[in-house]
């Protein structure tokens, strides 16, 4: 089911509380990149990305959480969608970066608040999945590079990520994966720069 408000959010959860009874497992995955009214080579800029945009591209990544507290029987499991960005972010991707420094921020509270429920809560930061967002940037035809070049960077295929989000959610109640990164072989990730 797509969720585009906290409305949607809100009936998603109890239908399936309905249907199953509680949620156990929740892989918080919303997100977009923004770009709107900017051109290909203006996508980030920081004049580009009004305080309309940045608060619109937030919306979307972290306005979606659960209110698992309200949960009975207590316990379960929350798994963020990061990005690599969040280490080491892309040339003119303001508005994204920041949502995925408030996403691990996000991670660590409900980590945290989470323990007297038995709520745990872990990130995956993820690099080049073949998905339509890194169409959107350009990284089977040339993403823009800290040097201002372009270049066709490496993917891989996104059920190698969804194998890394399951072993997070299989893990037994009393341990819990805080970080994991998983990026394609070779992307320009740790020589960002």
């Not at 209110?67 to 798994?79: K, V």
């Not at 980590?111 to 089977?140: A, H, K, S, W």
Request: glycine share 12%; hydrophobic share 35%.
């Amino acid at each position: 089911m797509r969720c585009d408000s906290a409305d949607d959010v809100a009936r998603l959860f109890e239908a399936t509380r309905r249907r199953w009874g509680r949620v156990d497992v929740l892989f918080n995955n919303a997100g977009i990149f923004g770009f709107r009214g900017c051109g290909r080579d203006q996508r980030g800029r920081l004049e580009c990305h009004v305080v309309r945009e940045c608060h619109r591209i937030h919306a979307v990544r972290s306005g979606g959480r659960p209110d698992d507290e309200a949960q009975e029987p207590q316990g379960g499991r929350i798994i963020n969608n990061g990005s690599i960005s969040a280490h080491s972010p892309r040339p003119l991707s303001v508005a994204y970066t920041v949502s995925k420094h408030a996403m691990s921020g996000l991670t660590k509270s409900i980590e945290l608040d989470g323990r007297p429920y038995g709520i745990t809560c872990g990130q995956i930061d993820i690099g080049n999945t073949r998905t339509e967002i890194m169409d959107t940037i350009g990284v089977g035809s040339g993403a823009l590079q800290a040097d201002g070049s372009r270049r066709v960077e490496p993917m891989f295929p996104v059920g190698d990520a969804a194998r890394a989000v399951l072993m997070m959610a299989n893990m037994p109640a009393s341990a819990n994966v805080g970080s994991v990164v998983v990026t394609a072989a070779g992307m320009p990730f740790v020589g960002r720069g």
